[in-house]
Each structure stands twice: as C-alpha cells, then as structure tokens.
C-alpha cells in the first residue's frame, strides 16, 4: 500500500492508494540507543528520539519509514508510543501521493536550514513551537484499517540493547 519511489529530493514514502485522515501508515523501527549513544554517532540522520533517554536508530535499510522526507506541510505525523514510533496520516493522502512529516525544529535547524527547504510547496515555516511528535496521552483513537504488504511487520522491532 505504500512504496519507497524517487521523491524531488532523493528517495521518499508514497502512498500506493488512498489513505484516509487518521491512519497508522507505518511503524518507524530500528535499534533503541541511549542518548549517549545517539550524542557519539555521527550519523544521526535517521534518529528518532522517543524519550528523553532513548533514541530509535532508524538507519537500517529494513526501516521503510525512514524514506518519509520532510515537508513543512506535512500529511502525516509521528506518535510516540511507549519505545515504538508510528507514523499516521494527518488528513487525507492520495494514491500517488507522497508521504510527509514534519522532521521538528531542530532537525530543521541542524539539517534543512543551511540548504535550504526543498519541500513541496514550502514558503513559510509554521510558527515556532508548533510541534509534530505527540505523546501517547494526545494520540488519536486507533482506527486500524490498513495494513501494509510491504512493512517489514514482525521482523525488524524497537530492540533493547
Ligand atoms: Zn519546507
């Protein structure tokens, strides 16, 4: 249902047929590593911070959510729940359509500022403060209709290491 194709910018998530608003999309796997950990790694692209110890490596080719590519205008977001990540859509995706989140402000800041944004239709970045990650607590109900063909379900989880 969904499939990692060339984006304007590289690799990126689309979404193979309609998505309706409210839907868990993906999980975001990879190796849970502590922040320490993170804070020595160089190559931080991929991680995700679920807590304020703990970080998902994201890195791994077998995590299909890490070609999501930023966008200031997102269609999707990430909700954190418990040490596992998932990605839901924001409003109404369609087939063909590429799948978004907003990567936060210091992923921003440190990674997309000094190039620039390449984002479909960016103009302006929303406020400052406006936040994408979303604690379990402000999570919407789950409305579990999808199921992907292609998530690599079941194999690749949050390991503890
Ligand atoms: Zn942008």
Redesign the pocket.
């Known amino acids: 249902m969904i499939a990692v194709k060339r984006a304007g910018t590289g690799l990126g998530l689309f979404a193979l047929q309609d998505i309706q608003a409210g839907q868990r999309i993906i999980e975001y796997t990879g190796p849970l590593i502590s922040n320490e950990e993170a804070e020595e790694r160089k190559f931080g692209k991929y991680f995700f911070r679920v807590n304020t110890k703990w970080v998902i490596d994201g890195s791994p080719r077998a995590n299909t959510a890490r070609y999501t590519n930023?966008?200031?205008r997102p269609n999707a977001e990430a909700f954190i729940s418990g040490y596992r990540v998932w990605i839901w859509s924001k409003k109404r995706i369609k087939a063909r359509e590429e799948i978004s989140l907003d990567y936060g402000e210091e992923y921003f800041d440190d990674h997309i500022k000094p190039r620039g944004?390449k984002?479909a239709g960016?103009f302006v970045r929303p406020k400052p403060g406006a936040q994408f990650i979303k604690t379990e607590k402000e999570r919407p109900p789950i409305k579990e209709v999808l199921f992907l063909s292609d998530d690599k379900q079941g194999s690749v989880r949050v390991l503890l290491l």
Do not use: D, V, Y
Request: glycine share 0%; net charge neutral.
């Open positions: 930023h966008s200031c944004c984002c960016c």
